[in-house]
C-alpha cells in the first residue's frame, strides 16, 4: 500500500532563516507531487506541483522553491523565511494518469517568529 | 482564476439535523472531490465524483455532482457529534492536473 511522509512535524524559526521541508513517497512510482498551505481553518492554496523529476510548476509567486530530486521526493525551501510564510504545510500525491484521488501527507506545522 | 466557492462558511448545528454543503464554480471540472480534516491533520478523501449528475452515498452522507460539472454539494442525514470537522471540496479543472480547493466549511455537532 501507499503511504506518504512529511518531516518535519513542527517548526519554529526566525525570520530570515532558511527552510527546508521534505516530503518522500512510499509504494507507488511516477506519482504527481503536490505542495499545498493552509491557513487555519480555511482552503489549501497549491504551491507547487510537479508530474516528473526535475519538472516544477509554481503557482504563486514567493520565495519558496520546490525541488523534486528523485521519483518519489518533494522537497519545499526557502533561503529567508517571512512572517507570512507560517502556515500548514502539506505535501499531497496523485496517481501520474489519474487525478481522481488525491492523498495527503500528516502535514508540518511552520512559525515564523 | 479558477475558484471554488463553499457555503456556507461555518455551520453548528444540534445533533439528528440535516445539512446540505455546497461547492460552486463557474469552471468545469474533470472530477469534484470532497475532504474532511481535524485540526492538525491532513485532509481525508471522503468521496470522487467524475460524471455529471453523479450521486454517492457514504453511510449518512450524499454527495451530488451537477449535471454540468461545474458544482457539487454534500448533504448530512441525521449528523452525529463525529461528523464535525473542515470539510473540503477540491476540483480538477479539465485537462490539468491540478487541485483547485474551495474555502471550506467548518462543521461543529452538539450533542
Known amino acids: 500500500s501507499q503511504t506518504i511522509h512529511q518531516w518535519p512535524a513542527t517548526l519554529v524559526q526566525p525570520v530570515g532563516s532558511p527552510l527546508s521541508l521534505e516530503c518522500t513517497v512510499e509504494g507507488t512510482s511516477n506519482p504527481n507531487l503536490y505542495w499545498y498551505r493552509q491557513a487555519a481553518g480555511r482552503g489549501l492554496q497549491l504551491l507547487f506541483y510537479s508530474v516528473g523529476i526535475g519538472q516544477i510548476s509554481s503557482e504563486v509567486p514567493q520565495n519558496l522553491s520546490a525541488s523534486r530530486p528523485q521519483d518519489r521526493q518533494f522537497i519545499l525551501s526557502s533561503k529567508k523565511l517571512l512572517l507570512s510564510d507560517s502556515g500548514f504545510y502539506l505535501c499531497?500525491?496523485?496517481?501520474?494518469?489519474?487525478?481522481?484521488?488525491?492523498?495527503f501527507g500528516p502535514g508540518t506545522r511552520l512559525t515564523v517568529l | 482564476t479558477q475558484l471554488l466557492e463553499q457555503s456556507p462558511q461555518f455551520l453548528s448545528i444540534q445533533e439528528g439535523e440535516n445539512l446540505t454543503v455546497y461547492c460552486n464554480s463557474s469552471s468545469v471540472f474533470s472530477s469534484l472531490q470532497w475532504y474532511r480534516q481535524e485540526p492538525g491533520e491532513g485532509p481525508v478523501l471522503l468521496v470522487t465524483v467524475v460524471t455529471g449528475g453523479e450521486v454517492k452515498k457514504l453511510k449518512r452522507l450524499t454527495f451530488q455532482f451537477g449535471d454540468a460539472r461545474k458544482d457539487s454539494s454534500l448533504h448530512i442525514t441525521a449528523a452525529q457529534p463525529g461528523d464535525t470537522g473542515l470539510y473540503l471540496c477540491?476540483?480538477?479543472?479539465?485537462?490539468?492536473?491540478?487541485?483547485?480547493f474551495g474555502t471550506g466549511t467548518r462543521l461543529k455537532v452538539l450533542a
Open positions: 499531497a500525491w496523485s496517481d501520474l494518469y489519474s487525478t481522481d484521488t488525491q492523498y
Open positions: 477540491a476540483g480538477v479543472p479539465t485537462g490539468t492536473y491540478k487541485y483547485i
